[in-house]
């Protein structure tokens, strides 16, 4: 479909999901799931310096001890103390594989949003050469003989180098992400995989769903992880059930390429019982989970859980449905309730440079902006996409979904109909994380 002279935006070229990460401006901070129920040193910090640079142990102390940079990587701050035990457990175990991942996200971190917390001698270009480095591990672990303990290598090599490319750009996120995924489920021991790496998985799974449920792909693995002792996940809280329902989503979405009418077609009942089981799904809130989370996190984790059930709502309905249809008031409906709830959680009064956590909304809010009309609602969407992705953390990701979504935009607005998921391949790039 020809573009607009107006709108920007490298035209996107279909997605293959190479296997292959490429090298570059690529690195993830790893949230390692290793044992948990170990305690942080006293004094952990001091061991992991010693004879470090003074940038390097300044950067070890941002990612190490300031809650700041862990709160963009969990949902609410009863999580911080866990995770920050989780990365010192990681380094301490495996500090010559991890150094450089570690200290070029928390490089990258430090000079989008707090750079005065580092050096004047801290540079840019210290955080490639530390990703490049990460890069070439995890590389080095694919072509390996991949034993238990290299699977935990590549995931926590691989999310540190998803979290650097998010940080940098998001171009090759979503690859490198299909490509941790392909070591860990290419071993044929997916089924028996331990606890600390079903667990760790998450972020990883719940990307790579998101991302191919937009462009009619099948994700790597239907698998639905393990949660957190408590029932909730620090990354998605408690839509990790909802995986498996995205999962299917994308497979029936897949199957029908290319189909503009699929009223008799064996997948329309497929996305009614689909559709079915979705809209019967609800979070559950156990006694274990009350007790482990306050009041406010438990708001935020069941607000989430609804936002993203009624957006897998949406899109077994777009999936049916094509832009032009009847069926488009109740699409837009549904829209506006996923969006308002977002804005709930994304108040306009709250700062668009760094909110205090991530509630991984960038899903929702892509398949219900692009059912907007009306052009002072889509500037109002516009407004709240820079506080769903963080403006001042992720600049380039954010601006590749807003570019994404204005030419969906255009191209409704030039009478064309169809299903939106096969504007991915033609539109600018993006991502969902």
């Not at 305690?39 to 809650?67: D, G, H, V």
């Not at 860990?184 to 331990?194: A, D, R």
């Not at 935020?300 to 999936?319: N, S």
């Not at 516009?382 to 570019?403: A, D, K």
Request: overall charge neutral.
């Amino acid at each position: 479909m020809a573009r607009s002279k107006a709108q920007s935006g490298r035209p996107r070229k279909d997605d293959s999901t190479p296997m292959q990460p490429r090298a570059g401006g690529e690195f993830v901070w790893v949230g390692s799931n290793m044992d948990t129920t170990m305690s942080r040193p006293s004094r952990p910090i001091t061991q992991l310096i010693f004879s470090k640079t003074p940038l390097q142990a300044a950067l070890l102390r941002i990612m190490l001890e300031e809650k700041t940079f862990i709160s963009r990587f969990i949902i609410g701050p009863s999580f911080i103390e866990t995770e920050l035990s989780r990365l010192f457990v990681s380094l301490t175990r495996c500090p010559d594989l991890l150094l450089a991942a570690f200290l070029a996200c928390s490089g990258r971190f430090s000079l989008l949003v707090d750079a005065h917390q580092t050096t004047a001698t801290h540079r840019l270009e210290d955080d490639y050469m530390h990703s490049a480095r990460a890069v070439k591990e995890l590389r080095g672990i694919g072509d390996g003989s991949r034993r238990n303990e290299d699977l935990a290598q590549a995931l926590l090599l691989g999310l540190g180098v998803l979290t650097f490319d998010l940080f940098d750009s998001g171009l090759h996120a979503h690859s490198i992400c299909r490509y941790t995924l392909s070591l860990i489920y290419g071993t044929g021991v997916s089924s028996g995989l331990h606890l600390e790496l079903s667990e760790g998985l998450i972020p990883l799974v719940f990307m790579d769903t998101c991302n191919c449920l937009v462009r009619r792909k099948v994700p790597i693995s239907r698998s639905t992880p393990h949660r957190e002792p408590a029932g909730a996940d620090r990354y998605i809280g408690l839509c990790v059930p909802l995986l498996a329902y995205m999962y299917d989503l994308c497979v029936v979405s897949h199957a029908l390429t290319g189909t503009v009418d699929i009223t008799n077609h064996e997948a329309a009942q497929k996305l009614q019982a689909l559709g079915a089981a979705i809209a019967d799904w609800y979070p559950i809130l156990s006694p274990e989970l009350t007790k482990a989370f306050t009041r406010d996190e438990l708001q935020v984790m069941g607000m989430q859980a609804t936002i993203f059930r009624t957006a897998a709502l949406l899109v077994a309905h777009r999936i049916q449905w094509a832009f032009g249809s009847a069926a488009d008031d109740l699409a837009f409906d549904m829209a506006e309730t996923i969006l308002a709830k977002i804005s709930s959680l994304h108040p306009p009064g709250t700062t668009a440079d760094v909110p205090p956590f991530e509630y991984r909304l960038n899903l929702p809010f892509l398949v219900a902006a692009v059912e907007l009309r009306d052009m002072g609602r889509r500037n109002e969407a516009l407004s709240l996409l820079r506080r769903v992705v963080c403006e001042r953390m992720y600049p380039r990701v954010g601006e590749g979904l807003r570019q994404f979504l204005q030419f969906v935009w255009w191209a409704r607005d030039s009478a064309w109909h169809g299903h939106w998921f096969d504007l991915a391949a033609q539109g600018p790039q993006f991502v969902l994380f």
